[in-house]
């Protein structure tokens, strides 16, 4: 009975972790770029982030929440996480134990000198990290920071405020 047990949690996790590595890909900061430009009336919302960052665990809620409750707009909520690709596994455990909804990348760039002056020339490269974009309103702006909800939902309501 014990034995029967342990198969079916070891069946459960694998296939959470199954559809957490169906979620989580690797990208370029080019391929990020592009997706970016490409994404029309689109706003993204781009947080960059590590596991180990505890302040960027804290505010992971916040995007959730952002995303399921504007999840009838044209808004895309991507969780980029700055952990080296050799960790990946480390990233495809987080997202199933946290549960994460949002679209989870792990931006595959080994030069730190060279991506972060790409995304914002503001950037110190601390993290948390968010970058909004709406490439239809010409929009791009990077914040340095640790969001709470209501100032997430300031910036995101401000682009879509824009041109209106």
Known sequence: ??????????????????????????????????????????????????????????????????????????????FVSLDARKYQDAVLNFVNAKGLKNEVLILDERDEQYFIPQISAEWSGAIPATLFVNTGKGVRIFKEQEFDYQQLERNYLSIVQQNQ
Request: with cysteine; proline share 4%.
């Open 1 to 78: 009975m014990k034995r029967a047990w342990i198969a079916m949690v070891v069946v459960v996790f694998s296939a959470n972790l199954a559809v957490a590595q169906e979620r989580v890909s690797l990208i370029t900061l080019d391929g990020l770029e592009k997706r970016l430009f490409n994404g029309g009336d689109t706003t993204f919302v781009v947080n960059f982030w590590a596991t180990w960052c505890a302040p960027c665990v804290a505010e992971m809620p916040h995007f959730e929440k952002l995303q399921q409750h504007y999840q009838s707009k044209p808004l895309r909520v991507l």
